[in-house]
């Protein structure tokens, strides 16, 4: 006598179907983390960028601006965060990555130094660059023209 049944049975479609989900929450999870981790590589890249371009404006201007002093938002007029249009173009792109960006330049009449921070998106920690040289975590914004 032949078996003419064929096919899987129903038990063995759900084990099946069971298993590729659990594989998925697991590989999308990860995916999440990835993600996160790139954003804040791409925050770090750009602080980073904003260092050589500083300069360059330094060096053609002899300070860091004219109206220097704490900003939260960058957008002090006659600061090098809008008088340079590179570096208010990549203080812009900081401000559309990360959630929370702030600036800081020495005080008016010195304009010697300056700080950007910008929160990271995996924590809620903040990255900062300083005219100083410096590049590193803080637990919060730039409130001087050194890192914290």
Sequence with gaps: M?????GFTL???LVVIAIIGILSSVVLASLNSARSKGSDAAVKAQLVSLRPQAELYFDGAGNYGS???TVSSCSTVGSLFVADPRIASQVAALASTSAAVACYS???GSQTAW?????LVSTSSYWCVDSLGASKG???PAT???CP
């Design 67 to 69: 109206a220097a002093g």
């Design 11 to 13: 038990i063995e479609l």
């Design 2 to 6: 032949k078996n003419l049944k064929q």
């Design 144 to 146: 001087s023209s050194v």
């Design 106 to 108: 020495s005080p008016a």
């Design 138 to 140: 803080s637990t919060g």
């Design 115 to 119: 700080a950007v921070s910008a929160q």
